[in-house]
Structures are given as structure tokens and as C-alpha cells.
């Protein structure tokens, strides 16, 4: 095993749980950290988009770093999203990070600003000659309003101790470019779940996802698939996946919707997003959504 393989593998962008109260629930998510390892889950991805790290405050940040790390234990790898308007900040919370026992820090490029490509590389390079720790670019341009260029991933990709990068743009030809330009010695994490098998097929090595948290088995299994070069069930499984996908979307709040499914299928409660983010009520249509992911889940059994 190189250093590299606890990167490798099915990674939950993890949701924030908060209470009646608005605080962050931390034994909830423990607890939920638990279920995921349980499930055959190579790691957690923490307040990043799913995890509602912008709306949170520094101090929320840390605290919830600092114990989900405690909660990992060995063997289950914790990447934290350290990303903030200011490098000032992304900085500090890399720092507390380290200090936390996180196997990674990840940064998308400075929001709000339309910053040209070196202030990006400014604000990134900082972030990571802030601590020891490996760093993994997060590329999400549909909410950055930032495309990474490949002269700076290449730039960025010949650090060492840039190990990675979470590719959220949507086109799956970006991989296979991220590829022949890194080489092997690199992580790619396809961050559209509804293009977990394209992204693989085109390079990627690994998944981050925030309807992982709903469907853990389904992406795991997929994943299993995808390795054993069994593409045609890893297709249909796809598919399945992305019925899921579709009628996550149908609701006005994915993160609320995906928060309710949590609840039923793993019995814990996870409260509601963060304001803007719309609430979402646990009715008939979550049942049923939670149902139809167990049925897909029961006619994967043989690959689980």
C-alpha cells in the first residue's frame, strides 16, 4: 500500500446536523460517522458544500473538525474543507485541522471575489504551507464561478504535497485531462454523483458525494463494481442511483431532503439545514424515497 490508497475509494461529503436550537448536534454526527464506517465508507469529507461550511462560523468549524476526527479512530480517513473568503481564515482553520488529527485539508478558491488565476494560486499555495498536511483542490466552478485552468492544475499538481483534487464540474473529460497531466501518484475524486461511473472510467480513482450520505451501500457497491471491471452492472447500478438523484432534486431543499432520508433510514435525527437552505418535512415522499433506496439496496446483495 502506497500512502496514497486511504484516499482511494467512497467518501461521504457529510452533512452538518444542527439541533432544534441551531447548534451543531455532535453526538448525532458521531453517530452517523459510526453507521458510514460500518458501511464499508473509506472516509468523511466535512464541511464542505453538503456540509453547509459557509454558513457555519469559524469556531463551529473547529469544534466539529475536532470531534469528528477524535470520532473517526484509526482506519477511517477525514478530509476537512478549510475554504474561506479570506486566506487569513482557511489558514487558521488548517492549522486547527492539523492539530485535530485530520489526514487532509481541502480549499475551494476564495469565494465572492472573481479573482484572476494567481491570487487563486496565492490563496492556495498559503493554505498549504500552513501545516504538514496533504492538500486537495476542490474544484467546484458552478458555485466558485471559478474554472480551474490547466496550466494552474499543473502548476499546483508538481507540489507534493497537493496529493488530489475534488473535480465537481461536470464534464467528465476535465479527469482524463487531470490524469495525463498528474500522472498515477495522484488522486482524483469525482464530486458529480450521477457521474460517479463516467468519472471513473475517465480517471478518477475515488468519489466524493453529498447523496452518498443517503445511499452509502449503492455507492460502495458501485465502487466494487467499477474495480472488478464489471461495467455493465456497475451501468444499471448507475442508473438506479441516479432515479434517487432525480427524486432528490425534486425538492426545494436537497440538503433538507437529504437530511430527512438520513433520518429514516439510519434512525437518527438530523434536524434541518441552516437558513437560507429551505426546511423539508418528513412525510410520505421521504418515506417513500428512503423504501426505494432499501429496494435497490436488498437487489444489491450480492455485490455488497
Avoid at 458501511?39 to 466539529?64: A, D, H, N, P, W
Avoid at 433520518?263 to 428512503?290: H, M, T, Y
Amino acid at each position: 500500500m502506497n500512502n496514497l490508497d486511504k484516499f482511494r475509494g467512497v467518501f461521504v461529503a457529510l452533512n452538518t446536523i444542527y439541533d432544534e436550537n441551531d447548534n451543531i448536534n455532535i453526538d448525532a454526527m458521531k453517530k452517523l460517522v459510526e453507521i458510514y464506517k460500518s458501511k464499508g465508507v473509506k472516509g468523511v469529507y466535512l464541511c464542505g458544500s453538503t456540509g453547509e461550511g459557509f454558513l457555519m462560523s469559524t469556531q463551529e468549524r473547529i469544534e466539529l473538525t475536532d470531534a469528528i476526527c477524535k470520532a473517526a479512530g484509526d482506519g477511517f480517513t477525514v478530509i476537512v474543507h478549510v475554504g474561506c473568503a479570506s486566506t487569513k481564515e482557511s489558514v487558521l482553520l488548517a492549522e486547527c485541522a492539523e492539530k485535530a488529527g485530520a489526514d487532509a485539508v481541502s480549499a475551494v478558491p476564495s469565494v465572492y471575489y472573481h479573482l484572476p488565476a494567481q491570487s487563486v494560486e496565492l490563496h492556495w499555495n498559503t493554505i498549504i504551507d500552513s501545516t504538514s498536511l496533504p492538500f486537495i483542490i476542490y474544484n467546484i466552478p458552478q458555485l466558485t464561478g471559478f474554472n480551474l485552468p490547466y496550466d494552474l492544475f499543473k502548476r499546483m499538481s508538481d507540489n507534493p504535497k497537493v496529493i488530489g483534487i475534488k473535480n465537481s464540474a461536470e464534464p467528465v473529460y476535465a479527469m482524463e485531462r487531470y490524469r495525463a497531466i498528474a500522472g498515477d501518484d495522484f488522486v482524483i475524486f469525482n464530486g458529480s454523483d450521477e457521474q460517479f461511473l463516467g468519472g471513473r472510467l475517465m480517471g478518477a480513482d475515488a468519489g466524493i458525494g453529498g447523496t452518498y450520505g443517503t445511499m452509502p451501500e449503492l455507492f460502495v457497491a458501485l465502487d466494487k463494481l467499477i474495480n472488478q471491471r464489471r461495467i455493465v452492472e456497475a451501468k444499471e447500478l448507475q442508473f438506479k442511483i441516479n432515479d434517487i438523484i432525480f427524486d432528490l432534486l425534486s425538492f426545494d431543499s436537497l440538503y433538507g431532503a437529504a437530511k430527512q432520508v438520513i433520518s429514516v433510514r439510519f434512525n437518527i435525527d438530523c434536524g434541518q439545514p441552516r437558513k437560507p437552505f429551505l426546511p423539508v418535512d418528513r412525510d410520505e415522499k421521504i418515506i417513500n424515497l428512503a423504501n426505494k433506496i432499501q429496494k435497490y439496496i436488498n437487489e444489491t446483495e450480492n455485490i455488497l
